[in-house]
């Protein structure tokens, strides 16, 4: 049998026939979808991204008109409902709501805009406009109650919602700006009186559900039911490899497979792909045929200043989503953390926060805080009373260029 094309790629979000497996993933959610709106939390680099493409791409069979948003950049409510004006906007089946609110009272928000090409004309929500910071709530409302109106059943699915709220909540630390949008945000959900024919998926990483539970807002997520999504299965694992191998006609025996498995330690696509990259580059230049200790080579040179990028995203992110003090204090138990295989116990976590907090119970109760989301987001895992690297590969990058 001839086994289909799937390409190496190793940043972007996968789509189509580079999408590989899932299926049980898939399964899942469609039949959650069917009833709820979902939550789908992850480490970085899982898949949620390329998982939510592939729902979107998938959701006419389910009867459904998808839209994706991310709102990784948003600062402001305002730019929450930008975001999703923007998505519904350039959606065929979506222009129909946004037109049908630009006939509405808040017609002055919307700027008319016409494509490079041409094309027809369309919205877009004006944040700049002196009023739209006090009408975000009723923008969207309208334009929830102008998709019903269109007469589809729509998915929407907002990426990235955790990074907002983190953002909301700097502004704000009282924690009163997220509450206010999160609730405001459940009840767009689930609007009063009648069956929703918008079905919701937020996705992101760090435990949404330990922020919230930080500032005591868990129930303003309560409708959402959790989905999560987690590395390959070995199995699935090495049924990757060896289709990536196919497509690019590499021979890679079981030993090999096995070895990257090893290597890569916690089996995500992403960490597949970075390695298999480099794996058939090295193999293509050398006319050789990859070998367990070929697959080792490649993994030194991975960890090496070339391809920081890699892995340096997993310390950005840190302060992207924790913000100060915050991302400090994360990295300085996650240093702990890697300089032993083994890891570090709490005691000496707790040692490590203490230079940083002095308070012993403020110290404990961010210790709790952290080591939650460093779970959460993948970079740690915790067996008896141990913390450790959740991969080797992180742990040993963490270990030759930050620690
Ligand atoms: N199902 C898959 N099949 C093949 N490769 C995949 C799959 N899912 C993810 N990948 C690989 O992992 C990388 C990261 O995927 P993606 O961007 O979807 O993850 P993410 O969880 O959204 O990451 P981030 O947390 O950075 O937003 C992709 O560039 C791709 O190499
Ligand atoms: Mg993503």
């Known amino acids: 049998m001839l086994a289909r094309m799937i390409e190496n790629s190793v940043g972007r979000p996968v789509r189509g026939g580079n999408f590989f497996d899932r299926e049980r993933e898939l399964r899942l959610l469609w039949q959650r979808l069917a009833t709820d709106h979902v939550l789908l939390?992850?480490?970085?680099?899982?898949?949620?991204?390329?998982?939510?493409?592939?729902?979107?791409d998938d959701a006419p069979q389910h009867e459904l008109r998808a839209v994706y948003l991310t709102v990784a950049h948003a600062q402001r409510e305002v730019e929450f409902v930008k975001a999703l004006v923007d998505a519904l906007g350039s959606h065929k089946d979506g222009e129909g709501a946004v037109k049908r609110v630009s006939k509405g009272p808040l017609k002055r928000l919307l700027r008319r805009t016409r494509r490079i090409d041409a094309g027809p004309l369309s919205f877009e929500f004006d944040t700049s406009a002196?009023?739209?910071?006090?009408?975000?709530?009723?923008?969207?409302?309208?334009?929830?109650?102008?998709?019903?109106?269109?007469?589809?059943?729509?998915?929407?699915?907002?990426?990235?919602?955790?990074?907002?709220?983190?953002?909301?909540?700097?502004?704000?630390?009282?924690?009163?700006?997220?509450?206010?949008?999160?609730?405001?945000?459940?009840?767009?959900?689930?609007?009063?009186?009648?069956?929703?024919?918008?079905?919701?998926?937020?996705?992101?990483?760090i435990g949404l559900d330990a922020v919230v539970a930080r500032h005591n807002?868990?129930?303003?997520?309560?409708?959402?039911?959790?989905?999560?999504?987690?590395?390959?299965?070995?199995?699935?694992?090495?049924?990757?490899?060896?289709?990536?191998?196919?497509?690019?006609?590499?021979?890679?025996?079981?030993?090999?497979?096995?070895?990257?498995?090893?290597?890569?330690?916690?089996?995500?696509?992403?960490?597949?792909?970075?390695?298999?990259s480099k794996l058939h580059e090295l193999a293509t230049e050398h006319l050789e045929t990859p070998t367990p200790a070929l697959v080792d080579r490649v993994v030194d040179e991975l960890l090496g200043?070339?391809?920081?990028?890699?892995?340096?995203?997993?310390?950005?992110?840190?302060?992207?989503?924790l913000g100060h003090p915050d991302d400090t204090q994360a990295l300085a138990l996650l240093s702990a953390a890697a300089r032993a295989p083994e890891g570090a116990s709490r005691d000496v976590l707790a040692q490590v926060l203490g230079e940083h907090v002095s308070d012993a119970a403020e110290r404990d109760a961010q210790l709790r805080y952290l080591l939650d989301i460093l779970e959460n987001d993948g970079y740690l895992v915790r067996e008896a009373d141990q913390y450790r690297f959740r991969s080797a590969l992180l742990r040993e990058f963490w270990v030759r260029r930050v620690a």
């Open 305 to 321: 200043p070339t391809y920081r990028a890699y892995f340096d995203y997993w310390r950005q992110r840190l302060t992207e989503e």
């Open 41 to 56: 939390l992850a480490p970085r680099r899982v898949g949620k991204t390329s998982l939510l493409y592939r729902l979107a």
């Open 130 to 205: 002196p009023d739209a910071e006090q009408h975000w709530t009723t923008m969207a409302e309208e334009l929830a109650t102008a998709m019903e109106r269109l007469g589809h059943a729509w998915l929407v699915l907002v990426d990235e919602l955790p990074i907002f709220v983190m953002t909301l909540l700097r502004q704000d630390p009282t924690g009163l700006r997220a509450r206010g949008f999160l609730n405001w945000f459940r009840d767009l959900r689930n609007p009063a009186g009648r069956a929703p024919r918008i079905r919701w998926v937020v996705a992101g990483s």
């Open 217 to 276: 807002v868990g129930d303003t997520i309560n409708d959402l039911n959790p989905v999560a999504l987690g590395a390959f299965t070995p199995q699935v694992a090495d049924a990757f490899l060896r289709a990536l191998a196919e497509s690019y006609g590499l021979v890679l025996g079981d030993d090999v497979r096995a070895r990257v498995c090893e290597r890569a330690g916690w089996l995500i696509p992403f960490y597949l792909q970075i390695i298999f």
